[in-house]
């Protein structure tokens, strides 16, 4: 399984970007795909994930400003951020669990970067 991500960037404060993910290689029936997110120095953290039954969960910090959603037929996870702020900014990974086998896949991190 591989899972490439895009959508990264510069952006003001304020400002919105989104992020995408795409998986390839399987298609699993059950699974949580998401991001997480590591801002240096510290822990690597859950930002949102989407469950194949549709539900999502939100880190609390995210709520109200992003919005993660799925494309089943492209396999493909978006993270629209809105009202982004300066410590929103971090790498921002993507990842896939399959609860089936319970394993964990990560794709590249993509650099997310908030000017204030």
């Known amino acids: 399984v591989q899972l490439q991500a895009s959508g990264g960037g510069l952006v003001q404060a304020g400002g919105s970007l989104r992020l995408s993910c795409a998986a390839s290689?399987?298609?699993?029936?059950?699974?949580?795909m998401g991001w997480f997110r590591q801002a240096p120095g510290k822990e690597r953290e859950l930002v949102a994930r989407?469950?194949?039954?549709?539900?999502?969960n939100y880190a609390d910090f995210v709520k109200g400003r992003f919005t993660i959603s799925g494309d089943s037929a492209q396999n493909t996870v978006y993270l629209q951020m809105s009202s982004l702020r300066s410590e929103d900014t971090a790498v921002y990974y993507c990842h896939l669990n399959t609860w089936a086998t319970r394993k964990n896949y990560w794709g590249q991190g993509t650099l997310v970067t908030v000017s204030s």
């Open positions: 290689g399987r298609t699993f029936r059950s699974y949580s």
């Open positions: 989407i469950n194949s039954d549709g539900s999502t």
